[in-house]
């Protein structure tokens, strides 16, 4: 078993953000593969699951916002504050704020012509998140005698 960091979160803090995140990314990542493999982005029809991933994926939001609330309350603060992790960590805030709003834009706001650019945009910077979001759990720092402080 891994040592937690000095600023580790809460098991269930821990689960929600894990499972919300992994919910947005396969939910968007299926929707893309059955898009351009066979639905309309193939040049075909809507695959009949399209609608129901981005059900998915659109249900996922609400739960990746309320994730990030509970991280960005006490988490990022004290992890910036200890200057633990910060380039991982930043990544994460500034690709999940462009996620959030390139998002926003497709389901609200972008006109038609925009779409195929802006939903390419934010199926990479979703996946730059991802990563990041990877490498910032993979770099966590154990507790140590001198990190208690």
Not at 53 to 60: A, E, F, I
Not at 68 to 73: D, E, H, R, T, Y
Not at 129 to 138: E, K, S, T, Y
């Amino acid at each position: 078993m891994r040592p937690e960091s000095s600023n580790a979160l809460p098991r269930w803090q821990r689960l929600t953000i894990v499972t919300a995140s992994w919910s947005l990314a396969l939910s968007g990542l299926l929707w893309l593969a059955v898009h351009y493999a066979w639905g309309a982005g193939a040049g075909e029809l809507p695959h009949p699951l399209e609608p129901w991933l981005m059900r998915w994926h659109g249900l996922s939001v609400p739960a990746s916002l309320f994730a990030a609330g509970l991280v960005g309350a006490g988490h990022v603060l004290r992890g910036w504050q200890a200057g633990e992790q910060r380039a991982s960590g930043l990544a994460l805030v500034l690709a999940g704020a462009v996620v959030v709003v390139t998002g926003y834009l497709l389901a609200y706001l972008a006109p038609e012509s925009w779409r195929p650019g802006l939903g390419w945009g934010h199926a990479l910077v979703g996946a730059v998140a991802l990563a990041a979001g990877l490498v910032h759990w993979r770099r966590r720092r154990p507790v140590g005698p001198d990190r208690m402080s």
